[in-house]
């Protein structure tokens, strides 16, 4: 668990992704102060990924118990091959 906040903490992507996307939200003429409102931003932004990532994982995690069950173990090959077969016939349509 350290070594993943370390890791997130060093990360300069997240930085650089709170340095370019909030402040475009923050009202210098607001009544709350700059640093309050860059706080509340970035709990509420921090929120709502936690719950994306939680619903991912729940979803991963339906799906798994699905295939792993074995009832519907063939989707998986079957799904994959019509994806590929998919963007293999928009690569050949797609005019460079």
Do not use: Y
């Not at 370019?20 to 921090?46: E, I, S």
């Not at 069950?69 to 293999?88: E, R």
């Amino acid at each position: 668990m350290r070594d993943s906040v370390i890791v997130e903490i060093l990360n300069p992507k997240t930085a650089l992704f709170f340095l370019t996307f909030l402040p475009q939200f923050v009202d210098p003429a607001a009544a709350f102060p700059l640093w309050l409102q860059f706080l509340l931003l970035g709990m509420f932004v921090n929120l709502v990924f936690s719950i994306a990532d939680v619903a991912a994982v729940g979803i991963a995690s339906v799906t798994l118990a699905r295939v792993a069950s074995g009832d519907a173990g063939w989707i998986v090959p079957k799904a994959c091959g019509s994806i590929l077969i998919g963007l293999g016939v928009a690569l050949v349509g797609h005019q460079v």
